[in-house]
Every structure is written in structure tokens, then in C-alpha cells.
């Protein structure tokens, strides 16, 4: 099996973490849950918990309450959460505007969606991979749903682009893929990359975590 960076998954992680600490709660949906990576995350904050993806995830479906096409309007009762998680599952739609505009429709007023999405970042899931989304493309996307942006936070920045580019370019040399991320791992703590990396966090991101809120 090829070696692939876990920059990606140990930054992304850390993100997601801080934005479902600080904003779910309540009646949660997982949408597009694959194997409910981070149901550890929310399960604490939730009074109920409801799973969706689709039936030919290819994550499977052991852990999923209910089957859905998230590029139709879903099927889920209006006004009835108070969390939507779409984690890494848009950049997959080919109609994310009727995702956001599903998404209004079923929170209950106040209700938060919280979603991650990639941006400077390699085909995967393929042949559905569809989009990677401007901070601006996602503005639009939640404002024209009706929806209020709350939080959207790029994560890192170029020094972790290249890492992450670097080791999944030769990750068919696992070994050589481990010492060359090793490598760029450590490069990372330097001060002069960080601040390098604040300082393209805006133009170069990795991803991008966004909170919105239903007013």
C-alpha cells in the first residue's frame, strides 16, 4: 500500500476538533458520516445522533442510520437539528447548492452546519470528485442559501501544501515517502516556516473549515 502524508489528517483533525468543541450540540446529523471518523469528537455533545451517506460509499455503510444522495434535497424533517457535520463530503457534490439550501431547510433556528472541505489537495474518492472551494466560492454558497457565515478558518498554509505534495507524490516509495515526511515534518516546527506559513494561510491553504448558522 502506498505511504501518504498524515499532515493532512493530523492538521484537518485538529481544526475540525475546535469547531465541533466550540459549535455542536443537540440533535446532530453526520452527513456523508463514512465510518463516523469523528463521532468521538461530537458524540458527547449530542442528544441524538443521526448518520448519512450514501449506498455506494465506498467507506461502507456499518455505521449509517440513513441513505441519502446529498446532491438531492434531503429527506429529513424540517427545522429538527441543531447540527449538520459535512466533513470532507462537498467537494464530492456536483449540487452543493441544493446541499446548503437542504441544510437551512432541516435546522432548526439558531442550528449550526459545520463543514470541512479541502482545497490545495489531490483527486481522491475519484470519479467523484467534483470541486475545491475559494473561502469565496463558500461564502457564496452559504449566504445564497440563506444562511449566516459564523467562521471560516483556512487551514495551514504553504510550507504544509508542499509537505503534503511532496510525500503523496512518491508514495509508491513508502520508504523513501517516510524519510522525506519525517523530513518536512520537523522543518515545520522551525519559526521561520511558521510564520511562513501564516503567512500564506489566506492565498495557499490545505483546506477549509466553515461554520454557518441558521438566524
Known sequence: MPFTSRLMADLIATAYHEMIQAHASGRIADLGCGRVPLYGMYADHASEVICVDWPSSAHGSEFVDKFADLNLPLDLEPDSFDTLIAT????????????????????????????????????????????????????????????????????????????????????????????????????????????????????????????????
Open 88 to 215: 470532507d463530503v462537498i467537494e464530492h457534490l456536483h449540487s452543493p447548492s441544493t446541499f446548503f439550501s437542504s441544510a437551512k431547510r432541516v435546522l432548526r433556528p439558531g442550528g449550526k452546519l459545520i463543514v470541512g472541505v479541502p482545497f490545495l489537495y489531490w483527486i481522491h474518492e475519484a470519479p467523484h470528485d467534483y470541486h475545491r472551494y475559494t473561502r469565496f466560492a463558500l461564502e457564496k454558497l452559504t449566504t445564497d442559501a440563506g444562511l449566516k457565515v459564523l467562521s471560516l478558518e483556512p487551514i495551514g498554509g504553504a510550507p504544509e501544501v508542499l509537505s503534503d505534495i511532496i510525500v503523496k507524490a512518491i508514495s509508491i516509495r513508502p520508504t523513501l515517502a517516510k524519510l522525506i515526511y519525517a523530513i518536512t515534518r520537523a522543518s515545520l516546527r522551525a519559526k521561520t516556516v511558521r510564520k511562513l506559513s501564516q503567512a500564506t494561510r489566506d492565498t495557499m491553504p490545505l483546506g477549509y473549515v466553515l461554520v454557518a448558522a441558521k438566524l
